[in-house]
T-cell receptor
Framework: DAGITQSPRHKVTETGTPVTLRCHQT?????MYWYRQDPGHGLRLIHY???????DKGEVSDGYSVSRSKTEDFLLTLESATSSQTSVYFC????????????FGPGTRLTVL | RKEVEQDPGPFNVPEGATVAFNCTYS??????FFWYRQDCRKEPKLLMS???SGNEDGRFTAQLNRASQYISLLIRDSKLSDSATYLC??????????????????????FGKGTKLSVKP
């Protein structure tokens, strides 16, 4: 299995609080991605990174920000969590661009009350 | 028409059965196609890529039909362990900024919502 970890694995928080999710990889892959998965929607791309300090928005980026200060870490921040951000969040990595296999982390279950 | 569509199922089949899933896509310029498998409450994992000529991996066969814009996954001799949700993935829907296109394929990676398979004893 690819070396990807996510923390925390589960989190319950209240509306309006900031939340940061961490993705850590040991594969030295260039590309990293944050997805959310919701019933009826499948996986949707939030933000992605194509190198240290190089990030850009995906399909559903509103309300989220990211940072990548090191190759191995990609952080997803919800500045002020809302109930609509209750979801399962997956981090993924790939060595090349999107047409290369993506390896997924185990996911973080976030509940915003 | 949605960009990537799959029958959500569930497909309930007995062990040993042959089952097939289709996935349709709307963008005729789509270039790359994959099948991922996702077990309940787990992360998706790549099952196989789908090549223009079709490809086979043991009991699994993937086909691409560009004229009709669909890909298929055939599972022969189903096992209990095949029970999972199968996600179709297509490269080449709504384009993201050029940074994601660097060095290769254009467009982003779009996941279908998945087809649930349940193999019964």
């Amino acid at each position: 299995d690819a070396g990807i970890t996510q923390s925390p694995r589960h989190k319950v928080t209240e509306t309006g609080t900031p939340v940061t999710l961490r993705c850590h990889q040991t594969e030295n892959h260039r590309y990293m991605y944050w997805y959310r998965q919701d019933p009826g929607h499948g996986l949707r791309l939030i933000h992605y990174s194509y190198g240290v300090k190089d990030t850009d928005k995906g399909e559903v980026s509103d309300g989220y920000s990211v940072s990548r200060s090191k190759t191995e870490d990609f952080l997803l921040t919800l500045e002020s969590a809302t109930s609509s951000q209750t979801s399962v969040y997956f981090c993924a990595i790939s060595a090349r661009q999107v047409d290369n296999e993506q390896f997924f982390g185990p996911g973080t279950r976030l509940t915003v009350l | 028409r949605k960009e990537v569509e799959q029958d959500p199922g569930p497909f309930n089949v007995p062990e040993g059965a042959t089952v097939a899933f289709n996935c349709t896509y709307s963008n005729s310029a789509s270039q790359s196609f994959f099948w991922y498998r996702q077990d309940c409450r787990k992360e998706p994992k790549l099952l196989m890529s789908v090549y223009s000529s079709g490809n086979e991996d043991g009991r699994f066969t993937a086909q691409l039909n560009r004229a009709s814009q669909y890909i298929s996954l055939l599972i022969r001799d189903s096992k209990l362990s095949d029970s999972a949700t199968y996600l179709c993935v297509v490269i080449g829907g709504m384009s993201l900024p050029p940074k994601l296109n660097y060095g290769g394929s254009q467009g982003n990676l779009i996941f279908g919502k998945g087809t649930k398979l349940s193999v019964k004893p």
